[in-house]
């Protein structure tokens, strides 16, 4: 059960981190353009999909933690509205100065609110509580 979840969450990680990796590259180069609202977008769908999966495997364990999790995850895709918002309106300055900050937003998320949520799930396995 949580092995293959957790290793699930983790390769979508990956994937969204190198999506993290480009958008903030590129944000440094001095143009708005449509590739990144288009990478904002898909950006956007794939964490989506990731928080999705991550409020099943919450609600399945009874993670303590999850409302405060939760929040986090609704902060972060808040926060993409806005990137997407600024480059809409090509307010350069402004998405280059708001995108370390997203980075940094989720990184932290990823390295706090995910590892207690692994340590809890690893947890589990280790005393083979069945989830369902």
């Known amino acids: 059960m949580g092995s293959v979840n957790l290793h ?32 904002l977008h898909r950006l956007d769908r794939d964490l989506a ?5 991550e409020r099943d495997l919450m609600t399945q364990t009874g993670y303590p933690e999850a409302d405060r999790h939760e929040e986090t995850h609704t902060l972060i895709r808040r926060f993409l509205d806005k990137l997407a918002a600024t480059v809409e309106r ?23 609110d995910d590892r207690r949520f692994d340590d809890f799930m690893h947890g589990l396995e280790e005393a083979a509580v069945p989830v369902h």
Do not use: K, N
Not at 12 to 32: C, F, K, P, V
């Open 90 to 112: 090509r307010d350069l300055g402004l998405f280059q100065r708001e995108m370390p900050f997203f980075l940094h937003l989720v990184l932290d998320h990823q390295t706090g």
């Open 49 to 53: 999909g990731h928080f999705a999966r």
């Open 8 to 39: 699930t969450l983790s390769e979508g990680y990956r994937l969204i981190l190198d999506q993290l990796g480009w958008l903030y590259e590129h944000s440094q180069d001095g143009t708005l353009d449509a590739a990144i609202l288009d990478a």
